[in-house]
């Protein structure tokens, strides 16, 4: 077995986001649920390891980092990405830069590139400021994460906040001129002494040039758009088209919302409308009520698809941590959620819809989830996927949505994707 390009991505929703791209550059893909212990399909161009690394201890996020690039550089990966997210989620003790730096000590380079942008996403990266939509990153509503607040938005000063490696920029005068002028500025950024170089990138054409100035560095790291422009690069791939099929799923269906984003709010909100509803909320989990007990019951006597969602507004959000502590709060609300999948898949839903990153991952591991066939995709960056089950197994159907990604109407439309 031999993969042109192997993947570690930091939280699952971004491994899925990732593999969707690369599915929609034309390349088979399967995405992995941690370092596996398993041989892959004959036929694959590229595969994505999702770990759950975003906002682990630096240690872990390392190790597992180091973990995953060994398993692909014994599948024989010839190129390795480092995926993380759009909006750059980190902190000023990492994850990003030290696994950046872990991964280039660990592959014998000094040289690569730091790129989030997502345009079709309304991600793009202007004289190194990160903006969302019309507004810069701190403006944006990551400015209110609960776990990682994004209050900068320069990416050369908020990389280099986290690696001791020089951090320079490659403009946007540079990236429009092509591959080659690209290619020239990092030779000239490399001689400098600068090892992470971010990328100027306003829409795909940009992208696509960026991918192919970066065709020979041994590792790139990026949000999902450069899986784009690194698509190409890859010769004998499938055509997109046949990338996408999935196996036929069934069963019913339910909405699973963690995420607290204002994306993942107005799509709750929206959902609500239409379809039964039910709320978890961090004080009655806390109370010792058995909260997943309750939704299994109101889920059996309801019909069509449902919801269940933790989603609150940032002052919900902030109380509940005061009161139960920044992570006990979270890890109370993503065990809830993660047993109230098992029961649903239990009493026979078959296709659920994920949102947020902490959420898929929690869900993803508690449902025993080893790996993911990607198909056709939903909204940018988010496709529906298949679960890869063992003989006799009946395939689950899962998109799991990073909680800033989608239209408001996501939930309502997702279904009509799996035909």
């Known amino acids: 077995m031999s993969v042109a390009l192997g993947c570690i991505a930091d939280d699952f929703t971004g491994a899925t986001d990732l593999a969707g791209m690369l599915v929609r550059a034309g390349l088979r893909t399967v995405q992995l649920i941690g370092v596996p212990d398993r041989d892959l399909p004959a036929e694959v161009d590229a595969v994505v390891i999702a770990l759950k690394s975003r906002t682990s201890p630096v240690a872990e996020a390392v190790r597992d980092s180091l973990d995953a690039l060994a398993w692909l550089r014994q599948a024989g990966a010839r190129q390795i990405y480092f995926k993380y997210c759009s909006t750059f989620d980190s902190t000023p003790a990492g994850n990003i830069g030290p696994v950046a730096d872990a991964l280039l000590d660990a592959l014998g380079s000094d040289f690569t590139v730091v790129c989030p942008a997502f345009p079709a996403n309304a991600r793009t990266i202007y004289k190194g400021y990160l903006f969302v939509g019309e507004v810069p990153l701190n403006e944006s509503g990551m400015r209110d994460h609960p776990l990682t607040p994004m209050t900068d938005a320069s990416l050369v000063r908020v990389m280099q906040a986290q690696t001791p490696r020089r951090v320079g ?6 990236v429009r001129r092509g591959p080659g002028a690209i290619r020239e500025r990092f030779g ?95 004080a009655d989990l806390a109370s010792g009520e058995d909260i997943p007990g309750r939704v299994l019951a109101w889920a059996a006597e309801q019909e069509g698809p449902i919801l269940v969602y933790a989603t609150a507004d940032p002052e919900e959000v902030r109380a509940a941590q005061a009161a139960y502590g920044v992570s006990g709060a979270g890890e109370m609300i993503e065990a809830a959620l993660a047993r109230i999948a098992q029961g649903l898949v239990g009493n026979g839903f078959g296709q659920l819809i994920v949102a947020g990153g902490e959420t898929s991952g929690a869900v993803v591991r508690a449902l025993g989830v080893s790996g993911l066939q990607i198909g056709p995709e939903i909204d940018p960056g988010v496709p529906w996927t298949a679960t890869l089950e063992g003989a006799g ?13 989608g239209t408001d109407d996501f939930f309502l439309k997702a279904w009509e994707r799996l035909g």
């Open 169 to 174: 920029l490659v403009p946007y005068e540079v």
């Open 393 to 405: 197994r009946r395939p689950l159907a899962l998109a799991l949505k990073s909680g800033n990604f």
């Open 188 to 282: 000239r950024l490399r001689s400098e002494g600068v090892s992470y170089a971010v990328l100027d990138a306003l829409d795909d054409a940009d992208l696509l040039a960026l991918g192919a100035a970066c065709a020979d560095l041994p590792l790139v790291t990026a949000g999902s758009g450069l899986a784009l422009g690194l698509g190409p690069n890859v010769s004998g791939v499938a055509a997109g088209a046949a990338a996408d099929a999935l196996p036929a799923t069934g069963g019913r269906r339910a909405v699973i919302a963690g995420s607290c984003s204002a994306a993942t709010r107005r799509q709750v909100a929206l959902m609500r409308e239409r379809h039964p509803s039910f709320r978890i909320e961090a």
